[in-house]
């Protein structure tokens, strides 16, 4: 399995680690059973590329979870942290809001679409950066910046939505029309 005897943790985040040792990659979360997974080095990398791109996820719908303030509401994420808000969710909603963001997710300099605004969170570490259209959000974790000044911050955030608004990658759908229509 190749003699890789590198160590060390990769990430920890909240109650989740994830780490290589002895030519294994280690994923924890709590007091759950240790994922081990024995792999030539090559394939750990891809591993643990993949298994931090899931833990990212993770992190992501439950900061979103937290931050919205409607829990009935049905949303989207997309891989760089941009959330979609859906008012009015019909049909499939990742194509519903791979079309909001499509028109309203990449960056036009001297445009409305180069707008941004920046809102200091309460309830999460971070911040949530808005743009020119009011249900297309995008989070910012306090690690993914070296200055926190609103104009990087905002800068930031701009330029994850704008790789959204072009990759149009869908992370997650958070359907919650059922609970909508039983209210």
């Known amino acids: 399995m190749g003699d890789d005897r590198s160590s ?6 909240g109650r989740t680690r994830l780490w290589v040792a002895d030519g294994a990659v280690h994923w924890q979360r709590g007091r759950e059973l240790t994922v081990v997974l024995l792999l ?17 996820t993770e992190i992501l719908i439950d900061v979103w979870r937290r931050l919205l303030a409607d829990p009935d509401k049905s949303w989207v994420l997309f891989q760089h ?3 979609v808000v859906l008012t009015a969710p019909e049909g499939d909603l990742a194509d519903q809001a ?4 499509g028109e309203f997710g990449p960056v036009h300099a001297g445009s409305p679409a180069g707008d941004f605004g920046v809102i200091d969170l309460q309830d999460a570490d971070g911040w949530v950066v808005t743009g020119h259209h009011n249900d297309v959000l995008t989070y910012v974790a306090p690690d993914e910046v070296h200055d926190p000044s609103e104009i990087a911050v905002g800068l930031s955030g701009r330029s994850k939505r704008h790789q959204d608004g072009t990759d149009l990658h869908v992370v ?3 359907d919650n029309r059922a609970s ?4």
């Open 40 to 56: 030539r080095h090559c394939d750990c990398v891809s591993v643990l590329c993949g298994m931090m791109q899931a833990m990212k």
């Open 180 to 183: 909508e229509s039983s209210a």
């Open 8 to 13: 060390g943790v990769i990430l920890v985040q």
């Open 98 to 101: 791979t079309g909001i963001l």
């Open 81 to 83: 942290g941009t959330c």
């Open 172 to 174: 997650h759908v958070e």
